[in-house]
């Protein structure tokens, strides 16, 4: 359903996306996975036809980007990361607005609005200015306006940012929902979001994709390895030093005021941890388990590509 092909972009000198291909069949849900800055929101803007590629090819529902730009459109939903709602106008008159822009005529017009707003749970702000709707309702009203011309293929850049948690579940839970009858493809630099809402993950590191893969594949690929951190009264120094030497340990690490301790996956060294600092007279102010962050993942997926 949308098919990429060296896919490339230049902002002047600077490299932003650098010959990326991929493909998202009819019915996926794919996460697109990156750091800040990875070229995300570029490549979802070339897509939508917002943006010319400097090199490069893709299609949507089958119509070239290049030379078909107006059938991608109609084939496309964009939540935008930015997304520009008309502050002044209602739910209902954005809506009406752009089912018009896009070709809707009078009679379906409003039956549609009311199939996406009872969709995004909008029911009761239907008639409120979009500038006096919360945060979340606001993001509701952004994918209420992707959908409004029933598009196949729904593009969304970071769709649950700047929202507060019980919205985020909210709007997961959405996307889900949306995903049944459609082609996703969705941005986030969360990882966990990822496993949550999509099927299939690609994940992109400044410009580049660096994996792509089905979820439980993926996770086996990032996993082999778990941290803890811990607070220690102590000099950092001489607490390192000790801390590597529990057998067992991988590495150790000083991330002020923690200690970023790196264990085997199948060993719980908590216990021996506690005790080797409680023999050297410190305290222990605090131990975690933290989850790999995404640039750990992005460190492990480019040294393996590097040394492979
Ligand atoms: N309009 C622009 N002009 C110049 N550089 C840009 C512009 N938009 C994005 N960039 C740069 O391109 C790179 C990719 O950005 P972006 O696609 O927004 O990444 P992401 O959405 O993954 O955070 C970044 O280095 C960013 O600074
Ligand atoms: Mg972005």
Redesign the pocket.
């Known amino acids: 359903m949308i098919r990429v092909e060296n896919l490339t972009k230049y902002?002047?000198k600077?490299l932003?996306v650098d010959k990326i291909s991929f493909n998202v069949g009819k019915g996926e849900i794919v996460g697109f996975l990156?750091p800040?800055?990875?070229?995300?929101?570029?490549t979802m803007r070339i897509l939508t036809g917002y943006l010319a590629p400097s090199g490069g090819e893709a299609w949507v529902a089958g119509h070239s980007i290049l030379s078909h730009s107006l059938e991608v459109r109609q084939h496309i939903g964009y939540f935008a990361e930015a997304a520009p709602l008309y502050t002044d106008m209602t739910v209902r008159a954005y809506l009406d607005f752009l089912a018009r822009l896009r070709g809707l005529d009078k009679t379906e017009v409003k039956k549609r609005i009311w199939q996406v707003v009872e969709l995004c749970h909008l029911e009761d702000y239907i008639d409120v200015h979009i500038g006096k709707l919360s945060k979340g309702f606001r993001q509701r009203t952004g994918i209420a306006q992707a959908l409004i011309h029933n598009p196949e293929v729904l593009i969304m850049d970071e769709p649950t940012v700047g929202i507060d948690p019980i919205q985020v579940a909210t709007t997961r839970q959405l996307i889900k929902e949306l995903a049944k009858k459609r082609t996703v493809l969705l941005?986030t630099h969360i990882l966990p979001e990822v496993s949550m809402t999509c099927q299939r993950v690609i994940i992109i590191n400044k410009g580049r994709i660096v994996a792509q893969d089905r979820i439980e594949n993926l996770s086996s690929l990032i996993s082999g390895s778990k941290r803890i951190q811990v607070e220690v009264s102590g000099s950092p120094a001489k607490v390192t030093e000790r801390l590597k030497r529990i057998p067992g340990v991988l590495n150790v690490s000083y991330q002020a005021p923690s200690h970023i301790i790196v264990c085997p996956l199948e060993q719980d060294l908590r216990g021996k941890i506690t005790e080797a600092i409680f023999q050297s007279g410190w305290t222990l102010l605090s131990l975690e388990s933290v989850e790999m962050s995404l640039e750990d993942i992005f460190i492990k997926l480019t040294t393996k590509e590097e040394a492979a």
């Open positions: 902002y002047g600077r932003a990156g800040n800055a990875a070229g995300k929101t570029t941005s």
